[in-house]
């Protein structure tokens, strides 16, 4: 069939579909959406059985009329964007359907990219408050009524954008948003978002832009009003901020003097203020500055006044707005009188308030007035050896404070407590007799009574106090004074002056005492008095005469001289003329760790005062002596050159803390000798030497002192000797010895003499190599002969008296050779 007779034929289809005529034609998929480029396949077919045959009718994939029931349009990759396939069926003239119909499927292309982008219509910043265009660029976008754009202003949707193009072919699509923005908006990201709705047949495309960030150039703005009230202490800046984008040079002045607005301010700063700012634009206002403060309340925490005299109590106030008094007692308020009593004692609480603030001062209302009589104290008796209490009250404001007047022991002590005063006697006995004086004082006046005890016996304690109590003198040093004083209670009944006396008998009516710091080693002092009830008593003084050593030393023990390895030895501390020897203790180092600490029991006297020859107790004697201490000790080789120290201490607690009395020693440095040791690993045991070729044996020994080396042999063994090294060349025992002034170490090295078969091997080798090439050569001379020096031919051989012999396999074979010429 011809083109012009199938568009006529499916021209009539379409009349005839149009007038209502029904088709019986089903496609599958009737509508079909796929992206540009890919295939497609759309199945036609019929259940009518009376029929020509159908076709297809399309751009691409178009088939021709076919005797068939069912025809597929398939097309690997459509490109054409504007394609309408057309499935069409001819009919038998006898079918109840029109004699050609067809059907139509829907075939959408679509194409989508895959990023798209956001560009403004200004570069840099924008400005507050003009308006501004942001486009959406989407390029080669179809279908572009199936297009939504969305604009969201960080993650808030703010426009949606749809379009009518009916184009089916790809457009370069863009969307426009307008902008005013806003100093909040400084900062916030744009982007758009295209969406490709194709559903329910396609799929839902979609893709978003990268997030444009915007700044928003705005201001100065000066944010406070004309006037402006401040509390003490903020700042001009808090309260007047000035914003702006880029931000604003700012210059605030006070009585034409630049001023810093982030300086606090304070009640003096109250004023005229003018603040210039100048950055995306300029703007400048006075400011009227009123700085607010709370009340500052000045009381007197204490108000001290005498029973029935003018109240003369004033306290100051200062604040802005001007504070408000007002006294409360017991959370009610009240007016102080003029003349205050005893009842009018009391705590107040005084506020002052004002706009800004309230402030609270407790004063305390305190009204003297003198003691009342003395209650409950009567005459008493008392059993030798018992307790009694004497009870003393009286009340007045200030609180009366008591004193007894009475024949003082130690067995008496008085006690105040709530303002009550007991004396309690103790033990009583016949010194407590006699009258007992109570008297109650305050400023304002006092009163007293007096009543009688009665008891027996009596038993005392010297009542003495030396100051210092402990005196440490160092020997030659300053002196000092020790004062011998009675007690409080030993001076009331004090009989006769204080003395000191010493071991010596020396007594003075002196209350000092001080010690002659050149001889006085054994000094013991003595403070003596005499008591009513007591007699003569004394007390000890605590004294200690010290003289730092003449010399700290370190030496080996026993006159050695040098340590031998693994040997215990001792070292020695010697400490010469130190006192007193009793307080002392040795510490011993190794380079800066402490290794041991000797106490005085481990000390040793090395030598002592003539009149103490007999008896070297450093427990006892308090003079000078010479001390020593030791300690024993194992060291190996990786210790020498260590260096030993030893400290002396002088243990005088208590006493001033600067007071250091510590001496080290000079370092000794100890060296460790060990025995020889040979290397073995560059001498061992057995050699073995190849006849004619010597061999070097070296020894090699560690030792201190560094060991001499000797070698012993037999003197009929080839050798040579060079320092610690012998040359042999026969076989034989050898013996080295390292000898040092620790030991002796010998060892042997058994040397085994072998043959040498190497030059006999290298003589047969160099034989056989010569005879080799003796052979080769004379093979090579009749080869040369034969071959070289004249030229032959095998073409047509005739014999000849002359003949040409051939090695062939062992063989001579005879060859006619005919001569070139």
């Not at 009518?48 to 088939?63: C, F």
């Not at 003084?541 to 023990?557: E, G």
């Not at 020897?581 to 000797?598: C, D, F, H, P, Q």
């Amino acid at each position: 069939m011809s083109e012009s007779a199938s568009f006529v034929r499916l021209f009539v289809g379409f009349l005839l579909s149009a007038t209502g005529a029904s088709c019986p034609i089903e496609l599958n998929p009737p509508i079909v959406v796929l992206r540009y480029g890919h295939s497609v396949s759309i199945n036609c077919s019929t259940s009518e059985s009376k029929l020509d045959g159908m076709g297809w009718e399309a751009t691409q994939g178009g088939k021709s009329l076919q005797p068939v029931k069912h025809l597929t349009w398939t097309v690997e990759a459509l490109t054409d964007w504007n394609i309408s396939p057309v499935c069409y069926l001819n009919l038998s003239p006898d079918s109840q359907f029109t004699e050609q119909c067809s059907a139509n499927p829907k075939v959408v292309l679509y194409t989508f990219p895959e990023t798209i982008s956001i560009s403004p219509d200004s570069d840099g910043a924008l400005k507050e408050a003009e308006e501004y265009n942001f486009t959406c660029n989407i390029h080669n976008i179809a279908p572009v009524q199936s297009l939504t754009v969305t604009w969201y202003k960080g993650d808030t949707i703010i426009y949606t954008d749809t379009f009518n193009n009916p184009s089916k072919k790809p457009v370069n699509q863009t969307s426009v948003l307008s902008f005013t923005p806003h100093r909040q908006d400084d900062g916030v990201t744009f982007r758009c978002e295209a969406h490709l709705d194709l559903q329910p047949e396609g799929p839902q495309l979609k893709v978003s832009s990268q997030e444009y960030n915007i700044t928003v150039n705005y201001g100065p703005d000066i944010e406070c009003s004309d006037s402006l009230e401040l509390l003490e202490g903020e700042t001009l800046e808090s309260h007047c901020p000035v914003t702006g984008k880029p931000f604003p040079f700012i210059n605030w002045q006070y009585n034409g003097q630049t001023v810093d607005p982030a300086v606090p301010l304070t009640r003096e700063n109250k004023g005229n203020y003018t603040v210039k700012a100048e950055g995306y634009s300029f703007a400048s206002r006075t400011l009227q500055v009123a700085v607010l403060y709370g009340p500052e309340l000045e009381c007197p925490l204490n108000y001290i006044a005498v029973e029935d005299t003018l109240n003369s109590l004033t306290c100051t106030v200062k604040g802005y707005p001007k504070p408000k008094i007002i006294w409360y007692k017991d959370d009610e308020e009240v007016e102080l009188p003029e003349n205050l009593t005893r009842s009018d004692a009391g705590q107040y609480s005084v506020t002052a308030s004002n706009s800004v603030s309230f402030v609270n001062v407790t004063v305390d209302i305190i009204v003297l007035y003198p003691p009342s009589q003395i209650v409950e104290l009567e005459d008493s008796e008392v059993n030798v050896g018992s307790t009694i209490s004497l009870k003393c009250f009286s009340r007045g404001n200030p609180r009366p404070r008591y004193s007894w007047n009475y024949y003082r022991t130690h067995k008496v002590t008085v006690e105040n407590e709530d303002g009550v005063s007991l004396l309690i006697i103790h033990n009583a006995t016949g010194y407590n007799t006699g009258f007992y004086t109570c008297q109650a004082s305050n400023v304002i006046g006092n009163v007293s009574k007096t009543v009688r005890v009665t008891v027996k016996g009596a038993t005392q304690s010297c009542p003495i106090e030396i100051n210092p109590e402990r005196m440490v003198i160092k020997y030659q040093g300053k002196s000092q004074n020790a004062i011998c004083k009675p007690t409080l209670e030993g001076s009331a009944n004090q009989e006769g002056a204080i003395s000191w006396q010493v071991q010596q008998g020396i007594k003075t009516n002196s209350t000092s005492w001080s010690a002659d710091t050149n001889k006085d080693w054994d000094a013991r002092p003595v403070c003596m008095g005499t008591f009513k009830g007591k007699g003569t008593c004394q007390k000890h003084l605590d004294f200690t005469l010290y003289k730092t050593p003449d010399s700290v030393s370190i030496r080996l023990a026993g006159n050695l001289s040098s340590v031998v390895e693994e040997s215990e030895f001792q070292l020695q501390c010697d400490i010469i003329n130190v006192a007193p020897a009793r307080n002392l203790t040795v510490l011993w180092y190794k380079g800066n760790e402490t290794i041991k600490s000797n106490t005085n029991d481990s000390l040793q006297v090395t030598g002592c005062l003539p009149k103490h020859s007999r008896d070297c107790d450093i427990n006892v004697i308090r003079s000078a002596l010479n001390v020593s201490s030791t300690i024993s000790i194992k060291l190996n080789r990786e210790h020498s050159g260590a260096e030993f120290r030893c400290m002396a201490k002088l243990d005088l607690e208590p006493t001033e803390p600067q007071l250091q009395l510590e001496w080290t020693s000079s370092p000794l440095n100890i060296t460790v000798y060990y025995k020889p040791s040979i290397n073995t690993t560059k001498l061992p045991k057995t050699i073995p030497v190849f006849r004619g070729y010597p061999e070097d044996l070296i020894c090699e020994a560690d030792g201190y002192p560094p060991p001499k080396i000797e070698w012993l042999y037999s003197s009929d063994n080839g050798h040579y000797v060079s320092g610690n090294m012998l040359t042999v060349s026969e076989a034989g025992f050898y013996r080295c010895k390292a000898t040092n002034d620790i030991d002796i170490i010998i060892h042997e090295v058994e040397v085994i003499l072998k043959e040498d078969y190497l030059p006999l091997i290298a003589g047969f080798v160099a034989v056989t190599v010569v005879a080799i090439s003796i052979i080769f050569l004379f093979i090579y001379s009749i080869y040369y002969k034969n071959t070289r020096m004249r030229r032959y031919s095998l073409k047509n051989p005739k014999l000849s008296t002359h003949n040409g012999n051939v090695a062939h396999n062992g063989l001579d074979l005879q060859f006619p050779m005919t001569k070139l010429s």
